[in-house]
């Protein structure tokens, strides 16, 4: 008799967890993203959501969780419930870099975590302030010589960092790294002359670079048609190629027919030409067409490139 009755309360909680999936969504989702308002990221995010709410029929609320490299917000997410109503807009940072970055994480960025969707790859763009003289990174790496230790530069993410630092090993510059909790907070000091020199997301930099407050050397791993004629990091020196990507991950666990919802939601609604144009104004290169199986393939991957880069840029794990 008892062991009727423990099947029958396990065919009605299926059936409760069948019913609720199908319902979903019925509350609101928080889309969580690791940096500051303002930044690339955080604006990728919002007209991400803006578009979701359309689709799902639910408020989609950016909740943005800065510092520590993202690990605040990665480890917020990977302990939040896997019901589908909390997902994280995340990049490169808290799933490719930090692994080789720090002795210990407190989160899993593989275990801990269910790919979504990849979104798209932001490229970074090396900037300076109005006071240094440089107008091309081959000048920029001869006035840091001349300048020994007299140069910094900030980093409010695993990208500007190791972007910097990759850019000090391979030029044998001498130059200062200095770490912010926000990307907009790194930029404002920088034109305010504290800071000589950025690899900044183009969302945080475009404004400041067509206002005239900053000037852009280079982009970090191609030419784009954002900024007309900006050349290549790698045209001035050759091997350098770095870029982020953004991406939306759920807590490990999440029902997979949750997942496939929402992958298919997300391409349904980048694939729309006017939401790609102003994503593109951000920056972000849309890459919206893969599987949740996919993505987890290309984050396997990137854990690899990451830790390469990180041990060739001289960063030791904290």
Do not use: C
């Not at 020994?148 to 630092?165: C, I, R």
């Amino acid at each position: 008799m008892k062991s009727v009755l423990n099947l029958v309360l396990l065919l009605l909680s299926l059936g409760l967890a069948g019913s609720a999936q199908a319902q979903y969504p019925n509350k609101p989702i928080r889309l969580i993203v690791p940096f500051a308002a303002g930044s690339a990221t955080d604006s990728i995010a919002r007209v991400v959501a803006q578009s979701l709410i359309e689709r799902l029929g639910q408020p989609v609320i950016v909740d943005p969780k800065p510092g520590a490299s993202g690990q605040i917000a990665a480890e917020f997410v990977a302990k939040s419930a896997a019901d589908g109503y909390t997902l994280f807009m995340t990049t490169n940072t808290s799933h490719s870099a930090n692994p080789a970055m720090f002795k210990k994480l407190s989160y899993d960025p593989i275990k801990d975590f269910a790919p979504v969707l990849l979104v798209g790859e932001v490229p970074f763009v090396l900037v300076v302030n109005n006071a240094v003289p440089a107008k091309t990174t081959a000048e920029l790496i001869a006035y840091a010589k001349a300048n020994p230790g007299k140069l910094s530069f900030p980093y409010a993410s695993s990208t500007a960092q190791v972007a910097g630092e990759t850019l000090r090993v391979m030029s044998g510059i001498d130059a200062v790294a200095v770490a912010y909790k926000s990307s907009p907070q790194a930029a404002t000091d920088l034109i305010s002359g504290q800071t000589q020199f950025y690899f900044i997301d183009f969302g945080t930099g475009l404004p400041h670079i067509k206002s005239g407050r900053m000037r852009a050397l280079a982009a970090t791993n191609k030419r784009t048609a954002l900024l007309p004629g900006l050349p290549a990091m790698s045209e001035a020196l050759p091997g350098f190629a770095l870029t982020s990507w953004n991406g939306v991950l759920a807590p490990a666990g999440t029902p997979k027919e949750i997942v496939n919802r929402l992958n298919a939601e997300l391409r349904a609604v980048l694939a729309r030409p006017e939401l790609r144009e102003r994503l593109n104004v951000i920056g972000l290169e849309v890459m919206a067409t893969g599987t949740p199986e996919d993505f987890a393939g290309f984050l396997q991957v990137e854990l690899g490139k990451w830790a390469k880069w990180v041990k060739d840029a001289g960063i030791q794990p904290e």
